[in-house]
């Protein structure tokens, strides 16, 4: 067991991959610009402006940062108003059981997203006002694999790198952990990644930790 956990959100807690990705299509097919689901996992973890760098290899075009911010912004608008479908019934119930379970325990629970929608997010799904803290893509300079989001979390929750779990489905979140001193749990293809201290098949089997 470990004092505090830090949850990513998207893909952990809940499941917004889907959003992102008819989101950030809509985008690309307005830009005629080639975009697919295997495209999109590369997208995992990384922050919006990375991931419209990553969109944009696929085009023949140069783009001005001003018209790089206003392709991020537009994605945005069309990602938020598909958050707004998500309501509690989108927390899955192994996930509310284990945050149910670690809190029992008496464990700190926080979120380390690079996510700037995390707050919304949150609401949506019931959970605002949940965690002991959240440390969101708002409150970062650098996103993940860099650490920063989780160090502020520890920090936010009063606790050593070293006593906290990351708990993440991207490898770029797992390589975070690691470059932070923080030990890490994965699912899917978080699993991949070398560092990874304990692989999970879902969500519950942190209670097992
Ligand atoms: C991460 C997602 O949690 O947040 C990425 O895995 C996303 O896919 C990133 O790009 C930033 O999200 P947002 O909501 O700030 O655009
Ligand atoms: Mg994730």
Same mark, same amino acid.
């Not at 019934?89 to 690079?114: F, H, N, Q, W, Y």
């Given at each position: 067991?470990?004092?505090?956990?830090?949850?990513?959100?998207?893909?952990?807690?809940?499941?917004?991959?889907?959003?992102?990705?008819?989101?950030?299509?809509?985008?690309?097919? =307005?830009?005629?610009?080639?975009?697919?689901?295997?495209?999109?996992? =590369?997208?995992?973890?990384?922050?919006?402006?990375?991931?419209?760098?990553?969109?944009?290899?696929?085009?023949?075009?140069?783009?001005?940062?001003?018209?790089?911010?206003?392709?991020?912004?537009?994605?945005?608008?069309?990602?938020?108003?598909?958050?707004?479908?998500?309501?509690?019934?989108?927390?899955?119930?192994?996930?509310?059981?284990?945050?149910?379970?670690? =809190?029992?325990?008496?464990?700190?629970?926080?979120?380390?997203?690079?996510?700037?929608?995390?707050?919304?997010?949150?609401?949506?799904?019931?959970?605002?006002?949940?965690?002991?803290?959240?440390?969101?893509?708002?409150?970062?300079?650098?996103?993940?694999?860099?650490?920063?989001?989780?160090?502020?979390?520890?920090?936010?929750?009063?606790?050593?790198?070293?006593?906290?779990?990351?708990?993440?489905?991207?490898?770029?979140?797992?390589?975070?952990?690691?470059?932070?001193?923080?030990?890490?749990?994965?699912?899917?293809?978080?699993?991949?990644?070398?560092?990874?201290?304990?692989?999970?098949?879902?969500?519950?089997?942190?209670?097992?930790?």
């Amino acid at each position: 067991m470990y004092a505090g956990y830090i949850f990513d959100l998207d893909g952990v807690i809940c499941f917004t991959d889907q959003y992102h990705y008819q989101a950030w299509k809509k985008l690309a097919d =307005r830009l005629d610009i080639y975009f697919d689901e295997e495209i999109n996992n =590369r997208l995992r973890g990384v922050s919006r402006m990375d991931s419209l760098e990553i969109i944009l290899e696929r085009s023949c075009k140069v783009y001005t940062v001003e018209e790089k911010l206003a392709f991020a912004e537009e994605k945005n608008k069309i990602y938020k108003k598909l958050l707004r479908k998500m309501t509690p019934e989108d927390l899955p119930a192994d996930v509310k059981t284990t945050l149910m379970e670690l =809190r029992k325990k008496g464990c700190k629970l926080a979120i380390g997203s690079s996510s700037k929608n995390t707050k919304m997010i949150l609401e949506r799904i019931g959970l605002n006002n949940f965690f002991d803290a959240v440390s969101d893509g708002t409150n970062i300079v650098n996103s993940k694999p860099d650490p920063e989001v989780f160090l502020k979390a520890a920090e936010l929750i009063g606790e050593n790198p070293k006593d906290c779990l990351i708990i993440e489905d991207a490898k770029a979140g797992i390589e975070g952990a690691f470059r932070g001193g923080f030990d890490s749990a994965g699912l899917g293809e978080a699993n991949e990644h070398p560092r990874v201290n304990y692989k999970m098949k879902k969500i519950t089997d942190l209670l097992s930790i």
